[in-house]
């Protein structure tokens, strides 16, 4: 499978931390990560070098750690596994695809408007699916931001 990279931004009219908080906190992300998802949240304390694991309805996720995290400005997630019935998983073949592969959000100012680009490493075969669903999160992303 090849790995390809989902590179998306939007410019939103808002204060950073706004849209720093819709991006980690969990009444907003549940909201904006169920495009991907339905039912997925985030567990974690988002400090640097602390895991994630990243799980839906069905008991199905991602688990990572926290590469970076500067408020109002940068996280970084690598993934290092995957979630199956409530199951860690870092040695199965679908676990060994995701090792590695970052997602990543930025925020600078751009006039106004806050900028916030993000960039998702993705298996060739989920790409143009996580490619939408981007679209329409991030179109969340703002709509919460914004008002």
Request: proline share 2%; net charge negative.
């Amino acid at each position: 499978m090849e790995t390809m990279v989902i590179k998306k931004s939007v410019d939103i009219h808002a204060p950073k931390e706004k849209v720093w908080n819709v991006l980690m906190d969990d009444h907003y992300s549940r909201q904006w990560y169920a495009e991907f998802s339905e039912g997925t949240y985030a567990e974690s304390d988002w400090k640097e070098g602390s895991k994630v694991v990243f799980q839906d309805d069905s008991k199905s996720g991602i688990i990572g750690f926290i590469e970076s995290n500067k408020p109002g400005e940068e996280l970084v997630i690598e993934y290092t596994g995957m979630v199956r019935n409530g199951i860690e998983d870092f040695e199965s073949p679908d676990a060994q695809l995701v090792k590695g592969f970052r997602e990543c959000y930025w925020l600078t100012e751009n006039g106004d408007n806050i900028r916030l680009d993000i960039q998702s490493d993705m298996g060739s075969e989920y790409f143009e699916m996580m490619a939408a669903a981007w679209d329409k999160a991030l179109e969340k992303i703002k709509d919460f931001s914004e008002n």
